[in-house]
């Protein structure tokens, strides 16, 4: 049997790589890639849990992970190629103003 | 039982560092694959089979093929892959690593004082669905309309005359 620590420092682990691609790196596609790690970590958690106490409900809220990564990649992936429309790089911080520069 | 978890661990760890480390998104969503597929692998160890064959078929076979194709269309060459090398120079990583380790530190205090460990147990596919079609019917509706206003703000967003 593994000890259910085991699951939840690599779920900790993920998580962490996850949050720090989210601050080291400027380009969107690796921005949204790190949110989907997190995502991911936390799903693993919820299974962790689930095989803790033996309870269906981990995996429930997996699949609605899944669910809201699935949502939230769409519109992510959709953002991403309009900037493109719009300029040359992929560069976060080169759209933090929302509108066109004055 | 016991190595194939850490094995798997340590696969999903390793890929998943090299993919937020690359230049090439192409490469680093390869790698993303690989670390969802051994992802797969420990939710099968941990006793949750459907979860593994959801990880496979949904995340790494349908989400992340919608990813590779929108970077395919992003059209990036080489010029893109130079601009992202010079984006990732060391002293980036230098602030977020500091942030990153302290949030570990307490993260594993917590887990360290956390409970005693426990047994595990295997969750079978038929206990998921009865219970996800059953009592958190609402929460499947919801999700249905979450998974619908996705739909709609991406048709919206990708409109040819906005």
């Not at chain 1, 997190?38 to 962790?48: P, Y």
């Not at chain 1, 803790?52 to 953002?79: C, H, S, T, Y």
């Not at chain 2, 206003?149 to 409109?159: E, I, Q, S």
């Amino acid at each position: 049997m593994i000890p259910w620590q085991m699951p939840a420092v690599l779920a900790l682990m993920l998580f962490l790589l996850g949050l720090l691609g989210l601050l080291a790196r400027k380009n969107l596609v690796f921005v949204l890639m790190s949110i989907e790690i997190m995502l991911n970590a936390a799903g693993l958690l919820f299974v962790t849990a689930g095989m803790r106490w033996g309870n269906p409900d981990g995996q429930i809220m997996l699949i609605f992970v899944f669910n809201l990564a699935g949502a939230e990649l769409a519109l992510g992936l959709v953002l991403i190629l309009r900037l493109r429309g719009r300029m040359t790089s992929l560069d976060g911080d080169a759209a933090v103003l929302l509108r066109d520069r004055p | 039982m016991i190595a194939v978890f850490y094995s798997a661990a340590a696969l999903t760890l390793v890929t998943t560092a090299l993919a937020i480390t690359r230049a090439n998104p192409v490469h680093a969503l390869m790698f993303f694959v690989i670390s969802l597929l051994g992802m797969g692998v420990i939710f099968f160890d941990l006793g949750a089979p459907f979860a593994a064959a959801l990880e496979v078929i949904v995340y790494a076979g349908a989400i992340m093929v919608l990813f590779l194709f929108v970077i395919m269309m992003l059209s990036l060459d080489k010029a893109a892959e130079r601009r992202e090398r010079s984006w990732m120079a060391k002293p980036i990583w230098v602030a977020p690593i500091a942030l990153v380790g302290m949030l570990g530190l307490e993260l594993v205090r917590v887990m360290l004082h956390g409970a005693a460990a426990g047994a595990a147990h295997e969750v079978s596919p038929q206990v998921v669905g009865i219970r996800l079609f059953t009592s958190d019917m609402a929460a499947v509706e919801l999700a249905s309309m979450l998974l619908l206003a996705g739909l709609v703000g991406a048709f919206h967003l990708g409109r040819k005359d906005l």
